[in-house]
């Protein structure tokens, strides 16, 4: 059960030509399917962003929101940690950056989000969807155990919720998640709750061709899905 403004984010973009949500679109998808994120607002403008910034309170995340831009990083397009008196400066320091490294991308705004709290294990929750299994939900540890490594584990959807605690226990890295060097274990039942998710996400909106929250901040009470790329394909195409 899809909901009506699910829909609508989806097919306004490829009404637009896009093929992916935008990062504030991708962030109240998940919102929308009961995903917990920290709060955010899109600034069209420096006073726009020292605005949202003073709405969140305390220090915040800017990331470039282009339609152009996939990987933010990679042109210098997301800051962390930002101190609410230097918004308005980094706001500019930021698109100035990134106007260098990627001459000619269209921006949109910048995304104004609250700081996750500190202490986190990064986790990664995706889907594909293959020609012939359908929608498939991927779990994974942030940064080099994904990339690097490829420890990930696959489930055809639609699958209960035990296998998605199942998932995790399959991946080489799931100590981290138990708790390593006087560090406390994670809540694993909250993990789940984002791979049941993604499930749903995939299952509802067949025009998700692949998705992937990189990163999921992981917690001993809770997780937070602070980034998500949603790439679109028009069914039939
Ligand atoms: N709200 C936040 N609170 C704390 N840390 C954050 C937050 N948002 C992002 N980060 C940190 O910054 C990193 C990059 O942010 P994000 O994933 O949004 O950008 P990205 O361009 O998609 O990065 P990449 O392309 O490298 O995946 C995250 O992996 C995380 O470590
Ligand atoms: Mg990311």
Known sequence: MASGEARRLIEEALREGRGRLLEHEALRLLELYGVPVPR???ARSREEAVEAARGIGGRVVLKVVSPEIVHKSDVGGVVVGVEP???GEEYEV??????RAAPGARIVGVLVQEMAPPGAVEVVVGGVRDPVFGP??????GG???ELFRDVS???APFPRGEALEMMREVRAYRLLQGYRGKPPRDLEALADIVMAAQRIMMDNPEISE???NPVMSYPK?????DARFILKPPEG
Do not use: K, N, P, S
């Not at 930021?94 to 106007?99: A, G, I, S």
């Not at 809770?222 to 602070?226: E, F, I, K, M, S």
């Open 144 to 146: 080099v155990f994904v």
């Open 154 to 156: 696959f489930r055809v």
């Open 94 to 99: 930021l698109l100035e950056r990134v106007r």
């Open 136 to 141: 498939a939900v991927m779990f994974g540890l």
């Open 211 to 213: 998705m992937d929250i």
């Open 85 to 87: 008196e230097r918004v």
């Open 40 to 42: 955010y607002a899109l």
């Open 222 to 226: 809770g997780a937070l899905a602070v």
